[in-house]
């Protein structure tokens, strides 16, 4: 198995509501990615070492370590995977904050495909991510929004 995923672009899924993680896994592990999950914060820490993830969707609002505070700690670890935050309780101020802490993007839930996708790209096209030097493009099945219901 770890032969199949070899040259697929990792994504590190960061949400504690699982459904939400499980469906925007399914949506996003299309034939160039391959996607884990992490329920918390330092669970996603624990992931940036060892599956090396070329990109993060992470939420904002967990318990005990949140996705800012994750994001913090991240960036003070030198770390250049984009960041994507995502909350379905988003503030101005918290949109602000995630991008000043160095996140790569910020949406709110449900998200949109349409601006998932978008986000993909521009990551894949971004010169600030040496890691994905190389990948050329995503597919992605027609779909309107990701949510847990």
């Keep these: 198995m770890e032969h199949k995923n070899r040259n697929k ?9 699982e459904k939400f993680s499980l469906r925007l896994s ?5 034939k160039d990615t391959h996607c884990v999950v992490a329920k918390n914060g330092p ?15 992470m939420d904002i609002s967990m318990p005990g370590l949140d996705g800012l505070e994750t994001l913090q700690q991240m960036k003070a670890r030198n770390t250049i995977v984009p960041v994507i ?15 000043q802490l160095g996140a790569f993007d910020y949406l709110t839930k449900p998200l949109d ?11 894949l096209s971004s010169a600030k991510s040496a890691a994905l030097e190389g990948t050329t493009h995503l597919t992605f ?9």
């Design 85 to 99: 935050m995502i909350t379905g309780h988003g503030t101005m101020q918290t949109a602000i904050k995630a991008i």
């Design 43 to 57: 669970e996603a820490l624990e992931r940036m070492i060892s599956d090396k993830p070329e990109m993060i969707f």
């Design 26 to 30: 399914k949506f996003l592990k299309k």
């Design 9 to 17: 672009m990792k994504i590190l899924v960061v949400d504690d509501d």
């Design 113 to 123: 495909v349409v601006k998932v996708r978008e986000v993909v790209r521009r990551v």
């Design 141 to 149: 099945r027609q779909s309107t929004r990701i949510d847990t219901s």
